[in-house]
Each structure stands twice: as C-alpha cells, then as structure tokens.
C-alpha cells in the first residue's frame, strides 16, 4: 500500500518559521509536490523535488531525501494569509498520492 | 480565464439519483485526472486519462462511477444511483506532462441527501 505521513495540525506565529515534514512509503517514486489549500478552494502548487536537496522559492522552500523517504516543507516569515492546508504528494507512474495533510494556522 | 474549470460548483441530489460533472483542462495539457476530496482528507486519486485514453483507474472507482475523455479535451465523471457516502468535493487537475505540477480546478461539490 502507499502511505505518506504529514502532522494533522501545526501552529505558529506570524513572523516567524515553520517546517512541516512529510514522510512517505511508496511503491514507487516520481517526484514530490507539495501543494496549499485554502478551505473550500482547490489546491495550488507550491514545489516539486525530485533530486535530493533543497528547492528555494522565495518564502518556501522544500527538502528531499529518497533514501529517508522524508520531505519538508519550510515557511518563512510567515503571514496570516499563510493560514491554510499544507499537501503532500508523491507522483508514482500515473497519478499523484496525497498525505492528509497539515493544517496551518498563523497567529498574529 | 485560461485555468481548469468544472461544472457545476455545486451539486444537491437525492439519493438515488444520477449526476454528471464536467471538466475542461487547461487547453494544451494531455493529462487529466480526477480526485475526491471529504472535509479534513487530502484527495484520493479516482482516475487518469491521457488524452482520451483512460489509462488507471482506483479501486475507489465503483461500476457506479464512470468518466469519459471523448476527444482528448473536455472530460465528464459521471455517478450513478448516488449515495450519501458519495458526498464529497470532486476535483479535477491537469499536467502537461508526467512530472510537471497538476493544475486543480475549483471543484464540485456534490451533496447526497
């Protein structure tokens, strides 16, 4: 079976960072999205690794490590608006395999 | 407006009944996928087409369930004799190719009462 882990829910205030892990076991790989959701709106993207290392954009910025099958996803000077669910997805040949994903919620 | 979108936004039905879902992918992407999504879960895959080809399907995908592709453009998911269990937000997503983003429409979300 698949199974991609992420926490239920993470708190933080605004201003600052916050890392939210995901870890997976798949029986295959082809890349990992991670993706924001607002509730009651689709999700959007925000990253995708595929080799080892660190994606930086702008505040976002995400991690991969294939042999720890583990991801983060790491936000920085977080704002209100940042509020929201954070998905992760691993693509396996054909289709894209979704945590549960962790809801964020910054405090001013 | 040059995104993925889907009709309708809502659905209400009475158990029982059958309802169609449309969704028109951003007009250059060949891959186009179909995901359920209940409050608090992230979505689960229900099928994938490339172009009109409808290449997997999920196990979640009962003989109620049915989509089509016909001419590798719009695509239309179809649920027969609904259920309340069915009541779910129905996403659809597009890709240009397999290891690019998926671009989410906004969804359908369909109430069974």
């Known amino acids: 079976g698949q199974n991609i882990d992420q926490p239920t829910e993470m708190t933080a205030t605004e201003g600052a960072i916050v890392q939210i892990n995901c870890t997976y076991q798949?029986?295959?790989?082809?890349?990992l999205f991670w993706y924001q959701q607002h509730a009651g709106e689709a999700p959007t993207f925000l990253s995708y690794?595929?080799?080892?290392g660190l994606e930086e954009k702008g505040r976002f910025s995400s991690f991969l490590s294939r042999s720890k099958g583990y991801s983060y996803l790491l936000l920085k000077e977080l704002q209100m608006k940042d509020s929201a669910s954070y998905l992760c997805?691993?693509?396996?040949?054909?289709?894209?395999?979704f945590g549960t994903g962790t809801r964020l919620q910054v405090f001013p | 407006d040059t995104g993925v979108s889907q009709d309708p936004r809502h659905k209400i039905t009475k158990r029982g009944q059958n309802v169609t879902f449309r969704c028109d992918p951003i007009s250059e992407h060949n891959r186009l996928y179909w995901y359920r999504q209940t409050l608090g879960q992230g979505p689960e895959f229900l099928t994938y087409f490339q172009n009109e080809a409808q290449l997997e399907k999920s196990r979640l995908l009962s003989d109620r369930f049915s989509a089509e592709r016909p001419k590798g453009s719009f695509s239309t998911l179809e649920i027969q004799r609904t259920e309340q269990g069915d009541s779910a937000m129905y996403l659809c997503?597009?890709?240009?190719?397999?290891?690019?983003?998926?671009?989410f429409g906004q969804g359908t979300r369909l109430t069974v009462v």
């Open positions: 997805a691993v693509r396996l040949r054909r289709q894209l395999i």
């Open positions: 997503a597009s890709s240009l190719a397999q290891n690019t983003e998926a671009f």
């Open positions: 690794n595929v080799l080892d």
């Open positions: 798949t029986s295959g790989f082809n890349g």
